[in-house]
């Protein structure tokens, strides 16, 4: 099992910046890939951006590349979403999530049952 908490969201205008961490306990973080997902009001759960066991390869939705930026710390069972030039539409729960047997090269992006644990989700919110 593991264990999943995510933080660092909160209120934000347009423009402006977020960091949001992912604290992992139990077994140990470095056998998983890692990823973040958001969900809407109203939306269905979407991938947003994926890093692998390693952190060597990345993934991003369309809709936030060149402004999101993932990243992990093995040693510090940490991993971390930077999130820059935000946007109303950016407006969402932000969970990650953890999965040992997820694919990130493949031709369709990472999808919600391909990851095996989940946070518990933290509110970002981009003001117009």
């Known amino acids: 099992q593991v264990q999943l908490v995510e933080s660092g969201g909160g209120l934000v205008q347009t423009g402006g910046s977020l960091r949001l961490s992912c604290a992992a306990s139990g077994r140990t973080f470095s056998r998983y890939a890692m990823g973040w997902f958001r969900q809407a009001p109203g939306k269905e759960r979407e991938f947003v951006a994926g890093i692998s066991r390693s952190g060597a390869t990345t993934r991003y939705a369309d809709s936030v590349k060149g402004r999101f930026t993932i990243a992990r710390d093995n040693a510090k069972n940490t991993g971390y979403l930077q999130m820059n030039s935000l946007k109303p539409e950016d407006t969402a729960v932000y969970y990650c999530?953890?999965?040992?047997?997820?694919?990130?090269?493949?031709?369709?992006?990472?999808?919600?049952?391909?990851?095996?644990?989940w946070g518990q989700g933290t509110q970002v919110t981009v003001s117009s």
């Open positions: 999530a953890a999965g040992g047997t997820v694919v990130l090269g493949s031709s369709r992006p990472p999808r919600s049952n391909d990851y095996d644990y």
